[in-house]
């Protein structure tokens, strides 16, 4: 039983990469008592690699994490801010790509990440499993971790705990709760639904619509197929492949490719996806994910340049994933419960960062929880801190990840670039307005990300612990 010394009592439904960082967090606070409820049976993450920016990094090093990840990356951190390498491909192997594929998919390998430049130095690449297995082995045994424990719903009154309500008919409860359950979050349905109704109740029937399109995810239009593959099985097939030692990506008139090394080199995370631009925000009406047929898979990148044809001959089993969003959220916030990670922000994978929001999500809220001034009394200032300096900084990112996904399927400012038109033979004289449009096109997509490694999460934490 939790100590009656114990100054909070904090429960996180979620036991995900941003559920563990929260509890990481809170466990250097001895007053503060930690449950984790997931609902699984057991922590046996599955996953591709997963993409860590200075900013997050330094969470880990300040958990101590970092050391422990680094075993299984070859691939040191930079230290700092930098800027980003701009270096497009000459204008004649544009056009070679171009017209080889112009037919159809139109790919060209428009962009490349590079190990000489500060985006790709700064850069981690991890294994999903890997990286929560990290944060496990850091967990104290006072966090307590409840497996098959999905919650239901939740009842909070103004004074009194947070009762907690599972599937398999168990209850607990606690001063504070934290939805860290990811994009379908039944954390942010109970939140919200309670939302929806106090709203009608007050006669606001907008914001209580508002709050009701944020209940279930929306379909982003974009499917990815991912896959791990065997270093080896690549360098078979294509023996110096640069997916083999960094991280690139394949950009396309409607799909782009990504791949990098993880696990010290031994594999290669592979994501491919299509887009349908016209279809966000629309209802999908099929399972979100599952296994996907070899052939369509690779049907679908026939046309695509030699280096992705050996990436999809590669992959074997296949998982296609409809990408869904959360559409922005008035508020993280609500009495004493808290949205982190998916759960509050889901979105598109297109800057790499959903994780890196979750952990810092999930380190200020606890350094704003365990704060000596923070108490059963004053929550509400702490979460409103969280609150206001999170939603803000985690829309944008989403904002600017949808964005990019747009760059990358070579769409600006709303229009399609249409390289049939805007390109002529470079021997026979090019369009010198559609090479410019291309060159525009990749300064947007640096300019877009370059704030992944050019700001540091300390600010965000002064602003949130000023606020207290």
């Avoid at 101590?64 to 990840?69: F, I, K, R, S, W």
């Avoid at 544009?94 to 850069?123: E, G, H, N, T």
């Avoid at 496990?136 to 497996?147: D, E, F, S, V």
């Amino acid at each position: 039983m939790p100590s009656a010394a114990k100054r909070l009592r904090v429960g996180i439904s979620g036991a995900g990469i941003g559920g563990l960082t929260l509890a990481l967090t809170l466990s250097q606070y001895p007053d503060i008592d930690v449950d984790l409820f997931e609902a699984s049976k057991s922590l046996q993450e599955v996953g591709a690699g997963v993409a860590v920016f200075p900013r997050p990094w330094k969470i880990l090093r300040l958990l101590g994490v970092d050391q422990e990840l680094l075993k299984t990356c070859d691939v040191k951190p930079k230290e700092g801010p930098g800027q980003a390498t701009r270096s497009p491909m000459p204008q004649a192997k544009v056009y070679q790509c171009l017209q080889s594929s112009i037919a159809k998919a139109i790919s060209l390998w428009a962009y490349r990440f590079r190990r000489s430049s500060p985006m790709a130095r700064s850069m981690i690449t991890l294994h999903r499993a890997e990286f929560q297995s990290a944060l496990l082995g850091r967990l104290p045994k006072t966090c307590r971790i409840h497996y098959s424990k999905r919650l239901r719903s939740f009842d909070q009154q103004q004074s009194g705990p947070i009762e907690l309500a599972f599937e398999d008919g168990s209850r607990a409860t606690c001063d504070v709760l934290v939805g860290a359950d990811g994009l379908k979050s039944a954390t942010r349905a109970a939140l919200l639904t309670e939302r929806v109704s106090w709203m009608q109740s007050q006669g606001r029937p907008d914001e209580a619509a508002d709050a009701a399109e944020c209940i279930e995810p929306w379909w982003s239009g974009q499917i990815a197929y991912r896959a791990v593959i065997p270093a080896e099985r690549l360098r078979k097939v294509s023996p110096g492949h640069p997916a083999l030692t960094q991280p690139l990506q394949y950009l396309g008139k409607r799909g782009f490719v990504m791949a990098y090394p993880i696990s010290q080199g031994k594999m290669v995370n592979f994501a491919a996806f299509t887009m349908r631009h016209d279809l966000e925000n629309t209802k999908y009406d099929a399972p979100w994910m599952g296994p996907a047929d070899k052939s369509h898979f690779a049907g679908l990148f026939a046309d695509w340049e030699p280096d992705v044809q050996a990436l999809v001959h590669c992959v074997e089993n296949p998982l296609s994933w409809a990408v869904h969003t959360v559409k922005p959220l008035r508020s993280f916030v609500c009495g004493r419960v808290v949205l982190i990670g998916d759960a509050a922000h889901a979105m598109t994978p297109q800057q790499g960062s959903g994780a890196g929001q979750a952990l810092e999500d999930a380190y200020i809220l606890g350094l704003l929880l365990g704060h000596s001034s923070t108490n059963i009394h004053t929550l509400g200032r702490s979460l409103n801190a969280f609150d206001q300096v999170r939603r803000p900084r985690a829309q944008q990112v989403a904002r600017v990840s949808r964005l990019a996904a747009r760059y990358f399927t070579f769409e600006i400012d709303g229009v399609g670039v249409d390289f049939s038109a805007d390109f002529g033979h470079p021997a026979a004289g090019s369009n010198p307005v559609g090479w410019e449009t291309l060159q525009r096109l990749h300064h947007e997509v640096v300019k877009n990300w370059e704030w992944a490694w050019n700001t540091s999460v300390d600010e965000s934490i002064q602003e949130a612990l000023s606020m207290l």
